[in-house]
C-alpha cells in the first residue's frame, strides 16, 4: 500500500500530532508513506522511512494567505507524480483542501477527508468553519473523524462513508519518569506544580486557572503553562492580580520536548471553557498527561468524559475560577487522593496509543475503503 498524506503544518509540530503519529506509525508497519507538509524551509528528507516534502512558510495560521501558496506548491508537486501513484492520498483538512480531489483526482485512487478538530470561536465564525469543512468533504471518497461527536456536521454521507480513529498518545514519549525542566526553569523541588499545555488563545479563557491559583492562596503552589498564542496577555493578567511569581510560561516548545514539561508537574489542568465548541473537541493533551501518569483536573466536556472518570483517574470540574479552585485545594490536600488517581492514569489509556490506534483502526480503515472499488 502506498499512502500521501497532506497537511497545512509544521512536520512535527503541536498542531499536527495526528499527521505526524499516523504517519510514522504506518512507516513502521511496512506501509509506503510520503507525507507533505510545511516548513521553516523547503526540503525533502527521509524521516524513519517516511518521504517527507516540506515546502517553506512563514506560519500555519489558516486565516491568511499561507495555506494557498502551499495549496499551489502541493499541487505542482502532485502534478510531477504519475497518475494512480497511490492507493489513499490522506488530506488533513484546512481551508482550500477541496481544491487536490477536484484537480487531481487521478493521483490516488481514493481521497481521504481527515477533520483535525473543529471550530472553537464560537457563534457565527464556528458555523461557518463546519460550513466550510461540510462543503469541502464532499469531494472526497471517505471521511475519517477523531471523534463521533463530529459526526452530525456530515450527516449528509452515508455511514458507511465515515470512520471513527480516535486521538491517542505516544506512550513510548509521553510516560511517568524524571524531568529536568523544574530545575531548567528555576522552580523549587518542592513547590507544588500544576501544569497547563496547549494553545493560549483568547477563546480558551486560561486566565480562569491564573484565578484558581489566587484563590488557592498558597505561596507553595506555582501554575506551570506550556504553549503559545497569548503568553504576553496571561503574562499581564497573573500581573494584574498579584500572581506573577507563582506563574511560569515557557512559550512554545518542540513536541518532542512538551511529555518533560507535563511530567515534571503534581497535576494537569486540561481546562477548556464548557462551550458547545470545545464540548465536542477530542482532549488530546488530557491523553497524553494520562499516560504521563499525572493527576487531571479536566473540564467536563464530553471529550473529557471519555477519558476521565471522577476521582478514578482525574477530577472533573465546571469551567469557573472557583470550581477549578477547589479541586486543586482537593488534589492539593489529599495525598492519598492523589496517590491513587496518578496510578490509575496511565493504565486508563493503554489502548489509546497512537501505534495501537494505527494498527487496529485506521490501517484497517484503509483496508476496507480500498476494497470498496
Not at 488533513?92 to 478538530?117: E, M, N, Q
Not at 463530529?150 to 524531568?179: M, N
Not at 478514578?312 to 465546571?318: A, D, K, M, P, T
Request: with cysteine; hydrophobic share 40%.
Amino acid at each position: 500500500m502506498k499512502t500521501c498524506h497532506i497537511g497545512f503544518s509544521w512536520y512535527p509540530g503541536i498542531g499536527s500530532i495526528s499527521l505526524y503519529e499516523h504517519s510514522q506509525n504506518l512507516a513502521k508497519l511496512g506501509v509506503n508513506v510520503q507525507v507533505v507538509a510545511a516548513g521553516r524551509k523547503k526540503e525533502q528528507k527521509e524521516m524513519n522511512g517516511v518521504h517527507v516534502s516540506l515546502f517553506e512558510s512563514p506560519s500555519v495560521t489558516n486565516l491568511s494567505l499561507y495555506p494557498l501558496i502551499f495549496i499551489y506548491k502541493t499541487v505542482k508537486f502532485l502534478r510531477s507524480i504519475p497518475d494512480y501513484e497511490f492507493d489513499i492520498i490522506h488530506v488533513y483538512h484546512f481551508p482550500g483542501a477541496f481544491v487536490f480531489p477536484l484537480f487531481l483526482r487521478k493521483k490516488g485512487r481514493k481521497w481521504i477527508f481527515f477533520t483535525t478538530s473543529g471550530p472553537v470561536k464560537g457563534g457565527i465564525i464556528s458555523k461557518l468553519g463546519w460550513a466550510i469543512q461540510t462543503f469541502e468533504s464532499r469531494l472526497f471518497d471517505h471521511l475519517i473523524l477523531r471523534d463521533s461527536s463530529h459526526v452530525p456536521q456530515f450527516s449528509y454521507r452515508d455511514p458507511r462513508e465515515i470512520t471513527i480513529v480516535p486521538i491517542g498518545a505516544d506512550l513510548d514519549l509521553f510516560k511517568p519518569g524524571s524531568s529536568t525542566a523544574r530545575k531548567d526553569l528555576g522552580i523549587d523541588e518542592n513547590t507544588f506544580l500544576f501544569v497547563y499545555a496547549g494553545n493560549l488563545g483568547r477563546v480558551r479563557k486560561i486566565e480562569t486557572l491564573v484565578d484558581a491559583l489566587k484563590l488557592l492562596g498558597s505561596q507553595k503552589a506555582t501554575l506551570l503553562v506550556v504553549g503559545d498564542g497569548g503568553t504576553e496577555r496571561l503574562r499581564l493578567h497573573a500581573k494584574t492580580v498579584g500572581m506573577e511569581n507563582q506563574v511560569v510560561c515557557t512559550g512554545s516548545v518542540p513536541y518532542e520536548k512538551v511529555a518533560e514539561y507535563i511530567r515534571c508537574g503534581d497535576v494537569f489542568l486540561s481546562y477548556v471553557p464548557l462551550t458547545p465548541e470545545f464540548d465536542a473537541q477530542p482532549p488530546l493533551k488530557t491523553v497524553e498527561a494520562l499516560a504521563c501518569g499525572l493527576p487531571v483536573i479536566a473540564s467536563t466536556t464530553k471529550g473529557n468524559r471519555r477519558f476521565v472518570t471522577h476521582k478514578e483517574n482525574g477530577y472533573l470540574v465546571q469551567d469557573d475560577a472557583v470550581s477549578v479552585y477547589k479541586a486543586m485545594a482537593h488534589l492539593m490536600e489529599d495525598e492519598s487522593l492523589r496517590k491513587k488517581v496518578a496510578h490509575a492514569a496511565r493504565p486508563s489509556v493503554s489502548d489509546y496509543g497512537w501505534g495501537h490506534i494505527v494498527k487496529n483502526s485506521l490501517l484497517p480503515a484503509y483496508r476496507k475503503i480500498l476494497a470498496e472499488d
